[in-house]
């Protein structure tokens, strides 16, 4: 993201000694952002303006939140999304720590501020101008911040009012906008600067709601006795480096289906060839679409592309045998197969992974790996595995592996939430599987 409508002129910045440590950089935010008196948060509100009891809060929540958001944007823009990320998550468990609950709230706000500017960022020149006494006036992005705060936010008096006027608080709030924005990057700037980013600094991290492959395998791992001790170990770095690859895979299939679509709305016509021509497109996007399962991770919008690829694809297909109702009930029949095939497959992320070229699951932990998902999720797995007759030995394999690590780690003393039920469905057979 480019943020630019932040980019003010540079000020002039305060002489300090600012930490070049990861870990203290995000504590001395914190002491900032907590202290009742200390800059730049103090100074959120420009000179001069006041808001009414009600109000008051409202602002100055969501212009403190702003000037926040503005550290971790510029520490992205230093050292890239996926660290900043992490120095984010450092700074709300930090919160946590000194006042319980409060890294969610933290957390919560920052995620409205990205909303926020987004939502911003994508008004055009054209719907920030209106004319006024014939001249042609551009209001500022400051305008904008505010009225979305006062509209947007839940606990605003204005949320559920759509039509209410702001009474001029949106000018108020623009203004205050503008003003903690210079109080911030007159001190962030050079913070900033000063600041390395070093994930072994950080102490500890959260996991992503939907982590991708690489990430995935460190959280199964992570403190878990059905692994070595050695693999239980996982530190912050490991985190950021498999984010890091996740994200390279995720980059390297968005890269691929591009060109992959831009070959194929390139050519105006079909060739002679048209049915191998079109299979190899379809069977192109279907390789892709497998590797972003297996990858994983936040890739909803180019789970879309691909299927928007796809469809387009069959779209043209059944254009061609649009009269030849045997070739298209052949086609409906070959399209229910792979459909079938890919929920069986590559429904549960360990099946996914298991199945991809180059798997981060290691052969020897593909047992434990397997006994770390849920229930549900286990009972995908070997619904997949007794589903494709290949994969019968593996099932077999998994079965015997898991009964032996588990027994082992029982007669050692320890205990598994769902392990009974989890070998139950591995011993299960069709039809007699864990509803």
């Not at 939907?210 to 395998?217: M, V």
């Not at 592309?305 to 070739?327: F, M, P, V, Y």
Request: aromatic share 8%; net charge negative.
């Amino acid at each position: 993201m480019e943020w630019r409508f932040w980019k003010t002129e540079k000020h002039q910045e305060e002489a300090r000694n600012w930490p070049a440590d990861t870990l203290e950089s995000i504590r001395q935010l914190l002491s900032m952002y907590q202290g009742a008196a200390t800059l730049p948060f103090a100074n959120w509100a420009a000179p001069g303006i006041a808001f009414t009891p009600e109000l008051e809060p409202i602002a100055q929540n969501g212009v403190k939140g702003y000037q926040l958001a503005l550290w971790f944007w510029l520490f992205a823009e230093k050292h890239g999304t996926i660290a900043a990320r992490m120095a984010r998550e450092t700074f709300c468990l930090l919160a946590d720590a000194a006042q319980p609950a409060s890294g969610d709230a933290i957390d919560a706000l920052l995620d409205q501020e990205n909303r926020l500017a987004h939502s911003v960022e994508a008004i055009s020149a054209e719907q920030r101008t209106f004319r006024q006494e014939g001249l042609s006036v551009e209001l500022p992005m400051e305008f904008f911040l505010a009225t979305g705060t006062l509209r947007l936010r839940p606990d605003s008096p204005y949320a559920d009012h759509a039509d209410a006027p702001l009474q001029g608080n949106d000018y108020k709030l623009a203004d205050c906008f503008r003003h903690a924005t210079e109080e911030a990057l007159s001190l962030f700037r050079p913070m900033i600067q000063a600041v390395e980013f070093d994930a072994k600094s950080l102490p500890n991290w959260k996991w992503s709601a939907r982590p991708g492959a690489a990430e995935r395998h460190l959280q199964r791992r992570h403190r878990n006795p059905l692994f070595p001790l050695h693999r239980q170990m996982v530190t912050a770095r490991d985190v950021h480096e498999a984010r890091l690859a996740d994200n390279q895979a995720l980059q390297d299939v968005r890269n691929e289906l591009n060109a992959v679509s831009h070959a194929f709305y390139e050519k105006p016509e079909l060739p002679l060839n048209w049915l191998a021509y079109l299979e190899s497109y379809r069977d192109q996007v279907d390789r892709l679409d497998e590797r972003h399962l297996v990858v994983g991770g936040q890739n909803a919008s180019l789970g879309e592309a691909i299927a928007g690829l796809r469809a387009d694809i069959l779209a043209t297909w059944r254009a061609e045998i649009q009269k030849n109702r045997h070739s298209l009930a052949t086609l409906d029949q070959d399209e229910a197969r792979k459909a079938e095939r890919r929920a069986l497959l590559y429904g549960c992320d360990w099946t996914a992974q298991l199945l991809s070229h180059g798997s981060l699951i290691p052969p020897e932990e593909v047992v434990p790996a397997l006994l770390s998902e849920s229930p549900p999720e286990l009972e995908k797995a070997v619904t997949g595995l007794q589903a494709e007759p290949r994969l019968h030995d593996t099932l077999a394999h998994c079965r015997a592996v898991a009964h032996r690590i588990v027994g082992e780690l029982r007669a050692a003393g320890h205990t598994f939430p769902d392990m009974t039920d989890k070998l139950r469905i591995l011993d299960g057979t069709p039809g007699q599987l864990l509803a």
